[in-house]
């Protein structure tokens, strides 16, 4: 090396030591990121789900989670779905397989058997997951160490079936469920087998639940198998505030904390966008989660 070329590398060198710290770690080449697949529920499509799967398709995703709701159609006929799935471009990553009640032992073997068909259903589409919600009603005014064991046994019990079909059980948290609040989710999650079940982290419901999402991410991420991603709002009806979900940056998630958490642990997943339905009147499932798709491109700079 000359001297004209050591001392340009020595310059470089010190004005790359200059820089604060912060400006260093916010480098493009240093930061995490996740390895996301992008999909969209069809709930927004409220059983519509013909149009539901153009649409989502028409909207660029490569994944659409269908509900229960469509085994009156293709339960008996999976490879029907699957082509149709097919001529659009799409996955079923996963499956909303509805609500695991379980207030009494037989009708924990009822809801197992249940879910357990509807896994043969997952694997028959070539899905990977099955999603429940539950809806245990607590025994007394408050859940009680019995209500978190027969829910997490029957959440087990129902794991191992599904593992035995090939697909993964992934519970969902929700609002109004026994676990809705974080303290309770993670009191029921102490007692599930995380070899068999699994978490679908629901952003929007944990935040309305009390939590804080961005911790449960911290948290929870070794057990974390995909995300809803989903924004919320308190809306003030007959004088009493209440919530809805809305499009994407239309609420009070905050969705950059969020994928800068889901960078940070290098998730490589399915996120899947959801709206419950369309928050304005005459607005269609297609403009609504177009908002959504649009938020995260254009002020998250994320790609499909």
Known sequence: MNRRDFLQHMTAAGALASLPLPSLLAAPALRKRAKLQWGCAAITWQGHDHTAIEEVAQLGYRGIQLRANVIDEFGTQPQ?????????????????????????????????????????????????????????????????????????????????????????????????????????????????????????????????????????????????????????RPVLKEGQYTYEFVELGQGQVDLPAVFEAIDEFEFNGWAIVELDRVPQPNQTPYAAQLISKTYLQKTLKRKF
């Open 80 to 232: 029907t779905l699957r082509d149709l799935l097919a001529q659009h471009h799409l996955q079923m990553p996963v499956f909303s397989s509805g609500t695991v009640r379980c207030e009494s032992l037989a009708g924990a073997q009822q809801e197992i058997a249940l879910h357990t068909e509807h896994a043969r259903f997952v694997k028959q589409m070539g899905g990977q997951y099955l999603q429940v919600v539950e809806f245990m009603k607590p025994s007394g005014d408050r859940p009680t160490d019995d209500d978190f064991r027969l829910l997490s046994d029957t959440l087990n019990t129902l794991g191992k079936r599904c593992a035995d079909e090939g697909v993964t059980l992934v519970l969902h948290n929700h609002m109004g469920s026994l676990a809705e609040a974080p303290e309770n989710f993670d009191r029921l999650w102490s007692r599930c087998d995380a070899s068999v079940v699994k978490i679908l982290l629901d952003v929007a419901h944990y935040q309305q639940g009390g939590g804080d999402p961005v911790e449960a991410i911290a948290k929870y991420a070794p057990h974390i198998a995909l995300f809803h991603i989903k924004d919320v």
